[in-house]
Each structure stands twice: as C-alpha cells, then as structure tokens.
C-alpha cells in the first residue's frame, strides 16, 4: 500500500503561481508512475499531469502545457506540481495519485491509478 498527503494549495489570483507537493510513504518503490488530477465541482475528475518514476518521462493535458511543470525528489518520496500564469478555471480540488502498474501509466486516465491521496484545494480569482 502506498499512502499520499498533497499540500501547498490556496488562493491566489488569477496570473499567479502555486506549487503543490504529495509525500509519499508506504511501499514507494513500488511506484511506477505519479500524477495529479483534478477536479471543480459539478465536473468530473480530470488527469492533469503525469510522471514516469523511473526516466523522468512527463504528460501533461493540453489546457496546461506551458504553464504546469510535474517534478519529483526521489530522495524525499515527494512529487511537485509548479502551477504558473494560473487562470480562473484552474480552481479544483486538486489529487495526487500513483500506481503499481506501468502498463500506459502515462496515460491522464483515473482507471491507470490504484493510490489516492484526499486532495488539496486550489482557488483562483479573477
């Protein structure tokens, strides 16, 4: 089993950056791959980023390229999510996630993941 705590959400304003961080305990080496999802209320659950462990190989969904950076310290068990120039409709709960399994980790899909963390809120005003 592997245990994920995200943190570093809030409010800011729209033009602004956040960086979110998940910590990681439990059985972490055997992670294949990390991602952050999000989701706004009254929509579904969406893959933003994710992260192959191993190579370092990234994804990101296209509302974010440019903007977002997924990153890790593997010394310290923790994935970073850099929010950058942050819009309005970037507000959500925002999800850190991994899985065991490497089949197509990469893909942005919530059925790839098998570990959740409870989610941080990130708020953006205009």
């Known amino acids: 089993q592997v245990q994920l705590v995200e943190s570093g959400g809030g409010s800011v304003q729209a033009g602004g950056s956040l960086r979110l961080s998940c910590a990681a305990s439990g059985n972490t080496y055997s992670i294949y791959c990390m991602a952050w999802f999000r989701q706004a209320p009254g929509k579904e659950r969406e893959g933003v980023a994710t992260l192959y462990t191993g190579a370092g190989n990234s994804n990101y969904a296209d509302s974010v390229k440019g903007r977002f950076t997924i990153s890790q310290d593997s010394a310290k068990n923790t994935l970073y999510l850099q929010m950058n120039s942050l819009r309005p409709e970037d507000s959500a709960m925002y999800y850190c996630?991994?899985?065991?399994?490497?089949?197509?980790?990469?893909?942005?899909?919530?059925?790839?993941?098998?570990?959740w963390g409870q989610g941080t809120q990130v708020t953006v005003s205009s």
């Open positions: 996630a991994a899985t065991d399994r490497l089949q197509q980790c990469l893909q942005l899909a919530i059925e790839r993941y098998n570990s």
